[in-house]
């Protein structure tokens, strides 16, 4: 428990750090740009992420679970093959889906009054973006198979924000002009210097020189971890593409930065899921008993840091509509329906992440294509008449059912409990 602890806090703290910079920087540029530019900001950052995440076709969770069965067999080839295998396939990958979103630009922008407002210089650095975006998920997987889960996030949580928020600073103080094309450009800049303080982790993080063995079995599993993380992504997102594609762009900001808010409970949650990604992985042939405690320490870890994060933002939501300003004046109410998602999703602690680590990949991929459909049909009824407030319903709810889901699931057919109290399954 004790190194459980330890590394979920060095996790959150490096998550608590990188997002306290992340949220001034989007403070600032939310009161810069005002709800329409920084709509149109936060959906081409959305949609990077997704075609990042994309690019690996599941790799990066595959190589995770691998990795840390290879390093307990002392399979010092097989760590070489499944950590170059995911770097060589994301980015060959992701330089495909640069450029076909580049040659497609015009015409998806001319179906979004959001990112129409996007000029030709901020596009080129999204492709940038989405190149270096689509290393750093195989590479942080790396990392964690190697039990190493704080370590894994130092490029992304820590240099990244921290470099974008200076480099926003730059442009108050007037070094450079702040507009849509300047941001883009900043963050493509903060991504580049994680990116290379990324790689060297990486190389440190390798067993030293050993023969490479390329995966053979990846077909098997690694294209459900694709699709789960391509249609999580696009669940977690769709709230906002409806919002970008239907509804004023004023909107769009509004549950963008109500996001950015919510997103420090669930990254109380991530710290705890990462921390015990790999343990789980290794834990899968010890049998049930190891496998419960396991999920007891990291669903109670979770709970507590996600209700005491849920309760001071839910507090000091009017805090942030005033911070804002007026044209934010809806994001209380929008912020505290995201919240309750979240405390949700901490209660039924890391089914999705045991079930993905043993070998249930399927079920997982079911449970988030099924809320993805409902949350579609629901999100084209909704969004177009209530705006932020129901798309953050739709998120709350469909964040519930998945969790929900894969708890009864993990109960009923692995005997564990990942509810963080009671009694384990018979």
Known sequence: MRALVLQAAGGFGLRLAGAGAGFLTNVVLARLLGPEDYG???????????????????????????????GEEGRRADIAGHALFS?????????????????????????????????TGGIIAAAGLLVLYSLAFPRAAVLRGRHQPVRADIPELAIRPFAVLLLIGAGVVGLFSIGLETI?????????????VGAVLLVRAMPGFAPVNWPRGWSSSAPF?????LVGLVLMQLPLYLLGLEVNTSQTGIYAISMQFAAVVQLAITSVEVSVQARLAAAGGQGRETMQRQVDEAGRLGLLAALLLALAIFLLAPVFSLV???????????????LIGQLLYALCGPARVLLSMTGHER?????????????????????????????AAIAAASTAFVNLFLLVVCWRRLGVRTFPFGRPAS
């Open 324 to 338: 804002l300003g007026e044209r934010y004046a809806e994001i209380a109410g929008v912020l505290r329906v995201l």
């Open 40 to 70: 149109a900001l936060a959906l081409v950052m959305a949609m990077v992420a997704l075609g990042a995440m994309a690019a690996g076709l599941g790799l990066p969770t595959y190589a995770t679970r691998e990795i840390a069965r290879a």
């Open 363 to 391: 079920i997982v991929l079911a449970a988030v294509s099924v809320a993805l459909a409902g949350a579609l049909l629901a999100g084209l009824a909704v969004i177009p008449e209530h705006g932020a407030l129901g798309a």
């Open 184 to 196: 883009l450009v900043a963050y493509l800049a903060a991504t580049t210097l994680a990116g290379l």
């Open 225 to 229: 971890f694709w699709l789960i993380g």
């Open 87 to 119: 770097l060589l396939v994301s980015f060959l990958v992701a330089m495909a889906l640069a450029g076909g979103a580049a040659l497609l630009w015009p015409m998806i922008a001319a179906n979004s009054p959001s990112l129409a407002r996007v000029p």
